[in-house]
């Protein structure tokens, strides 16, 4: 096949489980290979084709590890070209009654760590692989959350913090990755039904213009028109997938 025709590839961080799963299932469905990264091994609870092949076992939350990610990613590239990276993988530490963790109660430790699976993986992936991106005029999206701009009650503080970075991120990368061809963009998530929602939510559903809790296929459709042809002109954007939760 020729490089037009030929099987674009998708880089998915975070592919085991809500909005990376669902991710990963449109992409396939649209005839796209992707390769996924995570701290765990591969799992047969996910059902895509060739998965065990495509998947990376890396823990983002070490930088060391992160870094050297990127030859083990390159070697799974065919042609030197990557189509799309989206940086999906997000921690969100609770306290020991599973209750947010503050500004006043957050470890310094968890910080970080907590910035370096959500913040600086999401960075290094980006410009260790930026000659394949470009090579492919490619996509990046990074995947925000809507306790990004605002308080929110069971997000905690590090989580907030580091996504706010992330929309930061997301216009200085595409400002810089621009002239590569490469175009930038997030996506901000309200409330995803989802394995991992917190008790209460309810309550903040109820209050939506909406009514009703966003779907992960729903998200991963924002995130698949932006790695398409069809957002070519959309670059330093972040989309808000939270039915008005923002407004």
């Known amino acids: ?94 306290d020991e009654n599973g209750g947010r963790l503050n500004t006043l109660d957050t470890d310094l430790r968890t910080w970080g760590h907590v910035f370096h699976v959500n913040f600086f993986a999401s960075v290094v992936l980006a410009r260790g692989l930026r000659n394949e991106l470009a090579a492919a005029n490619g996509s990046v999206v990074n995947v925000t959350s809507i306790a990004g701009a605002r308080v929110h009650p069971f997000a905690g503080a590090a989580y907030a913090t580091s996504k706010a970075a992330l929309a930061a991120l997301t216009r200085e990368m595409a400002h810089d990755f621009g002239p590569l061809g490469v175009r930038v963009n997030a996506i901000a998530p309200g409330e995803v039904e989802t394995s991992i929602l917190s008790e209460g939510t309810d309550k903040i559903v109820a209050k939506l213009p909406m009514q009703r809790l966003g779907q992960p296929s729903e998200v991963a459709n924002a995130i698949y028109f932006l790695c398409s042809d069809q957002s070519s002109y959309v670059s330093g954007a972040e989309i808000e997938v939270n039915g008005a939760q923002h407004v």
Request: proline letters at 5%.
């Open 1 to 94: 096949m020729s490089q037009d025709t030929a099987q674009k590839t998708l880089l998915l961080t975070g592919a085991s489980r809500g909005i990376g799963h669902a991710t990963v299932m449109k992409f396939a469905e649209e005839g796209w290979r992707v390769i996924s990264c995570s701290r765990q091994p591969f799992s047969d609870k996910c059902p895509w084709p060739g998965g065990e092949d495509n998947h990376i076992q890396v823990d983002l939350g070490d930088p060391n590890q992160t870094m050297d990610a990127i030859e083990r990613i390159q070697k799974r590239l065919k042609n030197g070209r990557l189509d799309a990276l989206v940086n999906n993988a997000g921690i969100s530490p609770k």
